[in-house]
Structures are given as C-alpha cells and as structure tokens.
C-alpha cells in the first residue's frame, strides 16, 4: 500500500509537472507568434507608409514640372491644339505606364476631368471631386483613403496634386 501511495503521488506530482510545463509552452509559444505577427504588421505598415510618401513626392515632383505646366497653360488656352494636347497626353503617359496606375488625369481647378491617360475620360464621383478641390485650396498633395467609386464598381486610392504655376502662386 505504501508504494502505491508513493507512485501515485509520483504519477499526480508528474501529470501536474507536464502540465504547468505544457502551460508554460503554450504561453511562450503564443508570444513567439504574437511578436512575430507584431513584427510583419510593423513591417507592412512601414512599407505602406514608405510606399505613400513615394507616391506623395512623385506627385509633388511631377505637378512642378515647369514642361508640364506651361504646356498644359498653353493647352487651355487653345484646348483645339492637338500637338499640345497630344505632348501633356505624353507627359501623362510616363507615370501612367512607370507605375502601373491606372489612370494620371489632368482635371479642372473645378474638379471636371480634362485629359487622362490610361483609361477613358469620365467625370469624378463626388467624394473625389471633393478631394481635388482640396488639394488645390491647400495646394499640396493630397491622398484619398481606399474607397468604392460610386460611378463604378472599383476600389481606389488617389494621389492628387495641383499644378501650381508661377501665376497661381
């Protein structure tokens, strides 16, 4: 009787070791993988962050092209002058086809789509139109969140910049 005493208190002394060790494990386990979560979504947000400002100081950089401003310029004032047309067309294109965006659109102070490059010209949804008329009241870059156009059945993200001349500002 002695001895199965002792071996049952050895057995429930060893259920009770492995499973505070098991416990144990567990919980480390888990914050391994928590830290290892925490680190590829710091990771993400900072490849996000980099990939906003990369996109913000394209735009900053491509709406104060003097070439690209004093043609566009040139362009409204004779909107039926098809080589102007055709060289901001082009200039258009360069990002359009660099980066892989759908679409660079030229619009109006008034947010009225002009020129774009990559897809068909339609009018701006409200939610954009507001934006553009921001970013020219601010004149600087300005970023949409991810939204659904409500024009079409699309996500997007929109960089816009105003094209600021010497005259406007």
Known sequence: PFLI????????????????????????????????LR??????????????????????????MPFLIKNVEKWLDDKNNNELKAAVLEFLDAPQKAYEYEAVILASVEAEPLLSSGSELKPFDTSSSQEIIKAVKLCQVVHTDFYQCGLEDKVYYDVIAPLMSESSN
Request: aromatic share 10%; hydrophobic share 45%; net charge positive.
């Open 5 to 36: 005493i002792i071996a049952g208190a050895l057995s429930v002394f060893i259920i009770v070791l492995g499973y505070l060790y098991y416990r144990q494990e567990d919980k480390s386990i888990k914050n391994e993988k928590k830290n290892i």
């Open 39 to 64: 680190a590829v979504a710091d990771l993400k947000i900072n490849m996000l962050i980099k990939w906003c400002n990369d996109r913000s100081n394209d735009a900053a950089v491509f709406s104060q």
